[in-house]
């Protein structure tokens, strides 16, 4: 290998791990060197770009960006940050245009905005994701230890942690895939994917084209589904300890679940490492078998985009990196119009002559 070929591939693994990113409602955020940028498909098509300017908590605090420390804080700022980038996306694109036609508001709708005004979308996305928090703890944690302690007798209560992951892991996927299923969340899906195949030509060293992009792979091992799924199999070890060492606890509901919720931060900083390992380390056997469920279950939580969408992706990774971008890009139909627009007032004669000749 010679001296170039070796300075190439340092600068590709440099390139790893330096990028994040998350699916918005028509359009991506992504956090790279030069800070956050999200980038939106317009209701009139045209993609606006925007630079957010956040700190990360481990550049205001170094100690909050140690091994193990860094996970659960990470998860955390991306919940925030995340929350906080897709209730913008969603005032701009899928509200977009209400108050112009009132007509095609429910009453519900109207009386919620003449009261709520600007203030609505704030109160909906707070309790949206107070219910969220609340299905996901009731439906991921409550029904998977209650249904198990319901179902296996005693007898096999060493293998409660074991049925409980594996009853999560069957929810998780279910939810997901009918989940799935819904237009409008079928569409992020397809966000997310061009978030990963985006991530990936850059990561790939290649020039960031629609054509570059749409041939690389929508899965990603860094992505949060995998992360998700090395929780649950970190909670299924750690779980299945605690009732190794205390075989009492298991048969009791309230223990298990109050397990479960306290392990949270330890999970986080095992699997956050995980993950951040996994990406640098692609080839190892043990990575790719741990990172395989994953891997499937992406295959779910992302689909195929097209080249709109690949575009958008693009700008917002563009933005990240420091890379020249544009802050808006016309729709193409806007384009063509305003080219078609200033073809006739070039030639009005022309103009004339073509209705002359309708008319004969």
Not at 25 to 32: K, Q, S
Not at 54 to 63: G, Q, R, S
Not at 205 to 216: D, H, I
Not at 332 to 357: C, L, T, Y
Request: glycine share 8%; hydrophobic share 45%; proline share 5%.
């Amino acid at each position: 290998m010679t001296e170039e070929q070796k300075e190439e591939q340092k600068e590709e693994k440099a390139k790893i791990g330096t990028v994040g990113g998350e699916a918005l409602m028509e359009g991506i955020m992504m956090r790279g060197p030069k800070g956050a940028a999200m980038s939106l498909r317009l209701p009139d098509g045209s993609i606006e770009t925007t630079i957010k300017k956040t700190k990360t908590p481990a550049e205001k605090h170094k100690i909050l960006g140690w091994p193990l420390i860094r996970g659960p804080v990470s998860f955390v700022y991306s919940m925030v940050f995340g929350y906080k980038c897709m209730m913008e996306s969603a005032e701009k694109t899928a509200l977009d245009g209400l108050d112009d036609d009132p007509e095609q508001m429910s009453r519900l709708d109207r009386w919620l905005m003449e009261k709520l005004g600007d203030k609505m979308m704030m109160i909906v996305g707070i309790l949206g994701t107070v219910l969220g928090v609340a299905l996901a703890l009731g439906l991921f944690i409550w029904v998977p230890t209650v249904l198990t302690r319901w179902l296996v007798p005693e007898s096999l209560a060493r293998f409660y942690a074991l049925i409980s992951g594996l009853m999560r892991v069957a929810l998780f996927v279910g939810y997901m895939f009918f989940m799935s299923l819904i237009k409008d969340i079928r569409r992020v899906f397809q966000y997310h994917g061009a978030e990963h195949k985006s991530i990936f030509c850059y990561e790939n060293g290649l020039p960031l084209t629609v054509e570059n992009v749409k041939a690389q792979s929508r899965l990603h091992p860094r992505c949060g589904t995998s992360f998700l799924f090395v929780m649950i199999l970190l909670s299924i070890v750690l779980t299945s300890a605690v009732n190794a060492i205390w075989p009492g606890l298991a048969t009791i509901n309230w223990v298990q679940i109050t397990i479960k919720v306290l392990q949270f931060p330890l999970i986080m900083a095992f699997g956050y490492e995980f993950i951040r390992f996994a990406g640098r380390h692609l080839k190892n056997p043990f990575v790719r078998a741990v990172s395989t469920p994953g891997l499937l279950m992406q295959r779910i939580t992302t689909k195929e985009p097209d080249d709109e969408i690949i575009e958008v992706g693009i700008e917002a990774l563009k933005a990240a990196l420091g890379m020249p971008y544009q802050a808006r890009i016309p729709s193409k139909n806007a384009a063509a119009e305003e080219s078609e627009e200033e073809s006739h007032d070039d030639d009005p004669a022309g103009d004339s002559e073509g209705a002359e000749a309708i008319t004969q």
